[in-house]
């Protein structure tokens, strides 16, 4: 079954949209679990909520689910195609008919092989990097962007589903995924990626709704998004965490290249990370003030921020506070991390932190 037949939430029925499920992704820095925390920080007159630097959609999602009209924002496509398929999308799910063409041979061999060419026996077997490559070539032949963002949102996800640690920064897949230990405690590991997609693709098309705005994913920058955005009410910003596994491009890298599908970049060491990479302005000590200067003043129309951060990152909270005191009232909530690793940054004893920025 492909799509639940549930009640679809009437229009205005905030309550009804609050049960629709968020297809729990797995990626660094994700915030599905603090989402109710963040949110209750949204005033109900914010009527237009930008999320920008918004990765696996989690708070873009919620605020959706809230009513809001959300502008979500991350400069990776991959992202950005979860942010078209589950906040822009009203009404497209795929079909059976649309899983026929994704799964139908390769249209286009020549064309499409480079998830072959590179990836082969890295972090794939052969026959899987084929299977890629052929579904790929299809998901250009489905009828709409929304059809093909769900269509990247789901196989990219069955991707990090099948791979230890759930990104593409280390060589030892294929290592992990013959060792019968971890396998009796993931058994994605050795599952057809074709299976693994099978099994997603009804939490996805459930997670399709209509909240009757109109909201929008964008895939730049955010410090050339900004100057174009006007009327935005409140904006959550969950940069990376500047110290603490900031580098998203090394860690998603092969979902990166695989929907952009990229022929003329280098790919390089033992992962094949493609180069040269993005400029993001959020990665490094030495980027991060003027980055974060950038966006304060680019967001002063802006009347209410949000800012999720950590501190065991750079700068010090302190040293943001006095940043952000030149434009806005602050207050710092903290949460802390008592036992084991909740994601990026996030080691037991360090806090996950909320700036709150009222006018
Ligand atoms: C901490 S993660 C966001 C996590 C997200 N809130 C979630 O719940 O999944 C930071 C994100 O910022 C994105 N990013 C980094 N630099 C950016 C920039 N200059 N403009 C837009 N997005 C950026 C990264 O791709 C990454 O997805």
């Given at each position: 079954m492909l799509y639940e037949s549930v009640t679809q939430p009437s229009l205005f029925g905030k309550k009804d949209f609050m049960d629709i499920k968020f297809p729990q992704p797995q990626y660094l820095g994700a915030k599905y679990i603090h989402g109710d925390w963040i949110t209750q920080y949204i005033p109900d007159n914010a009527k237009v909520v930008l999320?920008?630097?918004?990765?696996?959609q989690s708070i873009a999602f919620l605020c959706k689910k809230m009513g809001k009209r959300v502008i979500s924002n991350d400069f990776l496509t991959f992202n950005s195609q979860i942010g078209k398929a589950l906040i822009e999308n009203k009404t497209e799910i795929l079909t059976p008919d649309d899983i026929h063409i994704l799964f139908s041979e390769n249209s286009a061999p020549k064309e499409y092989n480079l998830m072959e060419m590179l990836f082969t026996d890295i972090f794939f077997v052969r026959t899987e990097t084929a299977f890629l490559d052929a579904f790929r070539s299809n998901i250009d032949r489905l009828e709409n962007e929304y059809k093909k963002s769900l269509a990247f949102s789901i196989i990219n996800r069955a991707m990090t589903r099948k791979v230890t640690m759930g990104h593409?920064?280390?060589?030892q897949a294929l290592v992990y995924a013959s060792d019968p230990e971890r396998i009796k405690r993931?058994?994605?590991?050795?599952?057809p990626l074709k299976e693994i997609f099978m099994d997603l693709v009804m939490g996805y098309n459930n997670a399709v709704f209509d909240n009757a705005t109109d909201c929008q994913s964008y895939n730049e920058n955010i410090l050339e998004l900004l100057p174009s955005l006007s009327d935005v009410d409140l904006a959550y910003f969950d940069p990376p965490y500047c110290d603490s596994h900031a580098d998203y491009q090394s860690f998603y890298h092969l979902l990166e290249t695989y929907t952009n599908y990229w022929k003329d970049k280098k790919f390089v060491n033992g992962t094949k990370r493609y180069s040269p990479k993005r400029i993001?302005?959020?990665?490094?000590k030495k980027e991060i003030i003027n980055s974060f200067k950038a966006l304060f003043d680019l967001a002063r129309d802006i009347p209410y921020w949000l800012i999720s951060y950590n501190?065991?990152?750079?700068?010090t909270i302190d040293f943001l506070v006095d940043m952000i005191s030149l434009y806005r009232n602050v207050k710092v909530e903290r949460k802390v991390y008592n036992a084991g690793r909740g994601g990026k940054g996030s080691v037991a004893g360090s806090s996950e932190i909320l700036i709150i920025c009222t006018p």
């Open positions: 999320d920008a630097f918004s990765g696996s593409f920064a280390h060589t993931n058994r994605s590991l050795i599952r993001g302005g959020f990665e490094t501190d065991r990152s750079y700068p």
